[in-house]
Each structure stands twice: as C-alpha cells, then as structure tokens.
C-alpha cells in the first residue's frame, strides 16, 4: 500500500519538474530526470514482484 | 474482511492511474502493476490452506502425489501467466501478451506429457 503512494508521489512530482525544467529550455536534462524516476521506480517494483514471485513458486512448488 | 482492502486499494490504485496517465503513462502503468502485484500477494496466502485442504485428501484418496504436484504446478504456471500478460496488455502490447500466454502454454503442454503417457499406457494395458 505504501509502494503505491510512493510511485504515485514520485510521479507527479517528476511530471511537475519536468514542467519547471522544459519552462527553462532544459530539455534534456527533463528527459534524464524521467529516465532516472523510471529506473527508481523500476527498482522499487522490481522486490515486489520478486516477492510475488517467489510466493507463487514456494506455494506450488514451481521448479 | 479482506475483501473491503482489496476494494479501496483498487479504486485508490485506479484513481491514482488516472491522475499520472496524462503526464506520465509509464508511471501510470507501474502503478497498475503494483496494485495488481499487491491484491495477488494479499490473496496468496490464502491459497497455501487450500492446496494443503487438496494434498491431504489426495493423500487420503491414496492418488499419486507427482499428479497432484504437476497439476499444482499447472495452476500457478497459469496464475503467473495471466498476470503478466495482463499487464503487459494494459501497457497497451497485445503483441507481448499473446507471446507470454503461448509460451505458457506450451510449457504447460510439457509439463501435462507424462501424465498423457500414464493415461496412454494404462488404456493400452485395458486393451487385450
């Protein structure tokens, strides 16, 4: 639950930087600060789905 | 009452997909395939009972574990499966979803052939 507020806040607050960035005709680092909140995100999601997945493998005893 | 969280977590999670999509469509869906991952883990748990409820009375039944095992096996394969082409069917690549679930399924295809050779052969041995 706190995951999902966490990626949600990360969001906007990169669309709202991005928005300060791109009014100061600095596109490309806009562009590598959502590269980089992507790649957060990604980490951040990445445990969770790991956990999911080991889960699933433990309760059906997948390979 | 885990049924009243699953519910509010989906429409916060909805609500909160609807907010990012227009400025940010790949938060958008990692949001989506957090709560998605959430919901799963929030009901995982529950499974362990029933599968135990299930070997236990093939155990009774005196049937043979490595089916029930490959069968188990068959069902969180497909569980899997479904997840991940829905999320990436979401994303908006129907493309990637239909490889994922082909590949399930020829997966579960191996997986089924011994049981197919078990029932192949106990019908030969019925035919005199």
């Known amino acids: 639950m706190d ?32 590269l980089v909140g992507v790649v957060l995100v990604l980490l951040m999601v990445l445990q969770l789905i790991s956990e999911l997945f080991t889960s699933i493998k433990t309760i059906f005893n997948l390979f | 009452m885990d049924i009243i969280q699953i519910v509010g977590l989906g429409l916060v999670a909805t609500l909160l997909v609807l907010v990012l999509r227009e400025q940010r469509p790949e938060m958008a869906m990692m949001v989506s395939l957090v709560a998605g991952a959430i919901i799963l883990l929030l009901v995982v748990d529950r499974l362990v009972a029933a599968v135990q409820v299930i070997t236990e009375m093939a155990v009774g039944a005196g049937i043979n574990l490595t089916y029930l095992q490959t069968l188990l096996r068959i069902v969180g394969l497909a569980y899997l499966a479904e997840f991940g082409a829905q999320v990436c069917r979401d994303a908006g690549e129907g493309n990637i979803a239909a490889r994922i679930e082909f590949a399930a399924k020829v997966i579960i295809l191996v997986l089924a052939v011994p049981i ?13």
Do not use: C, D, H, Y
């Not at chain 1, 949600?8 to 600060?33: D, H, P, R, T, W």
């Open chain 2, 116 to 128: 197919i050779v078990a029932v192949m052969e106990s019908i030969l041995s019925l035919i005199p």
């Open chain 1, 3 to 34: 995951l999902l507020f966490k990626i949600a806040g990360i969001g906007i607050f990169i669309s709202v930087l991005n928005i300060v960035l791109k009014q100061a005709e600095k596109q490309e680092q806009a562009q590598m600060l959502t």
